[in-house]
């Protein structure tokens, strides 16, 4: 059982925005920054956003990152076949000391 | 760049201990803006950290394996170590290393190495 929550799956057609949910508690993301992973089987992840809204340099801005209250999303608009991936919420847990995942959520595009 | 590269036993009798280590080049080890982290990942499942050591060598762990890991630097050699003791199946996982900025804001896991799988079996 993950500390954060995320749907396991989401899908889309190209073209269209998806949204993907991160769900957690004040010791999480109600008081730290979240950060978002893309991976691809087989490969490890790779940071997609960071500070709940940043993105890292070669990160298309057709990614975007949000967070109200104890809950983060990341949106992908334009959604591309090679979006097709699991993504990764995280954040620093005060009550775990230490950091929390969300279980991974899997992108199809249809 | 930097690089991390895992190594180490792909498979590890149950009760036995798990040693891995994470190779850094392209930068040091000891550089102070960063910690270096172990996170794990069962077979099909989510990711898991297990523990963050800083350049000073303070760590923190996860409480559900507090009592089994140890994580170390060797700065000489630029490397990061993982002991897991008294492994189990449910220890079979790929385990990866990745580096954090020590401000958080500063960043997120990255880079991280391509993982290592261990399989826990007699």
């Known amino acids: 059982q993950s500390v954060l929550t995320q749907p396991p799956s989401a899908s889309g057609a190209p073209g269209q925005r998806v949204t993907i949910s991160c769900s957690g508690s004040?010791?999480?993301?109600?008081?730290?920054?979240v950060s978002w992973y893309q991976q691809f089987p087989g490969r490890a992840p790779k940071l997609l956003m960071y500070s709940d809204n940043y993105r890292p340099s070669g990160v298309p801005d057709r990614f975007s990152g949000s967070k109200s209250g104890t809950s983060a999303s990341l949106a992908i608009s334009g959604l591309q076949s090679e979006d097709e991936a699991e993504y990764y919420c995280?954040?620093?847990?005060?009550?775990?000391?230490?950091?929390?995942f969300g279980g991974g959520t899997e992108l199809t595009v249809l | 760049q930097l690089q991390l590269q895992e190594s180490g036993p792909g498979l590890v009798k149950p009760s036995e201990t798990l040693s891995l280590t994470c190779t850094v080049s392209g930068g040091p080890i000891s550089d102070i803006s960063y910690n270096w982290v172990w996170i794990r990942q069962p077979p099909g499942k989510g990711l898991e950290w297990i523990g963050t050591?800083?350049?000073?060598?303070?760590?923190y762990y996860n409480p559900s394996l507090k009592s089994r890991v140890t994580i170390s630097v060797d700065t000489s050699k630029n490397q990061v170590s993982l002991r897991l003791s008294s492994v189990t199946a449910a220890d079979t996982a790929v385990y990866s290393c990745?580096?954090?900025?020590?401000?958080?804001?500063?960043?997120?896991?990255?880079?991280w190495g391509q993982g290592t799988l261990v399989t826990v079996s007699s």
């Open positions: 995280a954040a620093w847990d005060d009550s775990l000391n230490g950091w929390a």
């Open positions: 004040t010791s999480n993301i109600g008081s730290n920054i």
């Open positions: 990745a580096r954090h900025p020590v401000l958080r804001y500063l960043g997120g896991f990255d880079p």
């Open positions: 050591i800083s350049y000073n060598g303070n760590t």
